[in-house]
Nanobody, 126 residues
């Protein structure tokens, strides 16, 4: 079992920045790929970014490429999502998720992830 807790969400003006954190406990954090997903009101949950077990490979949805950066610190059992140049359309509930099977090449499919946090709300205002 892996327990995940997100933090760092909040209200920010368009163009601003936030850094989300995903703190893990339980089984060895470094054995898992980590993904960030989001669900905007009235929309399906969508992939945002993912990082492999060692932090050497990262993946992003096109709409956040160049604005968001995913990283991890295995010594601290924590993953991060640095979000810059935030846009109104980035408003959503953000979740982190962990998966063991795709630890080398993280999946973009929510169904592939075994463990999920409760989410942290990000609201971007004009």
């Amino acid at each position: 079992q892996v327990q995940l807790v997100e933090s760092g969400g909040g209200l920010v003006q368009a163009g601003g920045s936030l850094t989300l954190a995903c703190a893990a406990s339980g089984r060895s954090f470094s054995n898992y790929a980590l993904g960030w997903f989001r669900r905007a009101p009235g929309k399906e949950r969508e992939f945002v970014a993912a990082i492999n077990w060692s932090g050497t490979a990262t993946y992003y949805i096109e709409s956040v490429q160049g604005r968001f950066t995913i990283s991890r610190d295995n010594a601290k059992n924590t993953a991060y999502l640095q979000m810059n140049s935030l846009k109104l359309e980035d408003t959503a509930l953000y979740y982190c998720a962990a998966d063991w099977l795709s630890r080398f090449y993280p999946s973009q499919l929510p169904s592939e992830y075994d463990y999920w946090g409760q989410g942290t709300q990000v609201t971007v205002s004009s």
